[in-house]
């Protein structure tokens, strides 16, 4: 159980394009769901926090009208990367919180979007 | 705030027992997560300890010591397959729409050589 999934698996685009990239809780429901970013060797780095019905809280210096976040259900929430930059190339994961979860702080990871900029 | 600190990186020999750790400074404590992850790939939940002790499962162990801040995961028997990032995680206990983040620490890059 417990399972994330994340679509594209990877993604190339061209600067100045805009890239969207989908979160799905495949078997439970996530009120919250969250987008990390991580760069080679370092670790995961928390943009936002995406809540269910409601606005997504950013990050400190996360630019909210760069990657927009919208979480229209409880199983989907999408990060749109807009005029993508190669400095925007990353490794994107999310992950999400079961809304009946037994350890209230746990969260279960997709597997990652490498997005590449060119 | 937290504030996590580990090792970057630790070097063993396979077969060998490998001990990671993990130092923590908090001004509220709602447990602590270890996190594997294989180069290009997710995190996978390895342990949460909310309890001073020690918890086993299989090869991988997790310690925690509230009082001293300190936690550590022990891997036995280490294979070639056990080379990864290893990341220490708490809960913010600040978060303020209770949505409970995780702060990561930087991870600690394991390689186990033949």
């Known amino acids: 159980g417990a399972v994330v999934s994340q679509h594209p698996s990877w993604v190339i685009c061209k600067s100045g394009t805009s890239v969207k990239i989908e979160c799905r809780s495949l078997?439970?429901?996530?009120?919250?769901m969250f987008w990390y970013r991580q760069f080679p060797k370092q670790s995961l780095m928390l943009m936002a926090t995406s809540n269910e019905g409601s606005k997504a809280t950013y990050e400190q210096g996360v630019e909210k009208d760069k990657f927009l976040i919208n979480h229209a259900s409880l199983t989907l929430s999408t990060l749109t990367v807009t005029s993508a930059h190669p400095e925007d190339s990353s490794f994107y994961i999310c992950?999400?919180?079961?809304?009946?979860?037994?350890?209230?702080?746990?969260?279960?990871f997709g597997p990652g979007t490498r997005l590449t900029v060119t | 705030g937290q504030n996590i600190d580990q090792p970057t990186e630790m070097t063993a020999t396979e077969g060998a027992i490998v001990q990671i750790n993990c130092t923590y400074q908090?001004?509220?404590?709602?447990?602590l997560f270890w996190y594997q992850q294989h180069a290009g790939e997710a995190p996978t939940f390895l342990s949460y300890n909310v309890l001073d002790g020690l918890e086993e499962k299989g090869r991988f162990s997790s310690f925690l010591s509230r009082s001293k801040g300190y936690s550590y995961l022990l891997l036995k028997e280490l294979q070639m397959k056990d080379s990864a990032s290893y990341l220490c995680a708490a809960p913010d206990p600040f978060t303020v729409d209770s949505s409970y983040k995780l702060i990561f620490g930087s991870g600690t890059r394991l390689l186990v050589r033949p």
């Open positions: 992950s999400a919180r079961d809304i009946i979860a037994q350890l209230g702080y746990e969260q279960y």
């Open positions: 908090t001004s509220g404590f709602n447990g």
């Open positions: 078997d439970f429901q996530a009120t919250t």
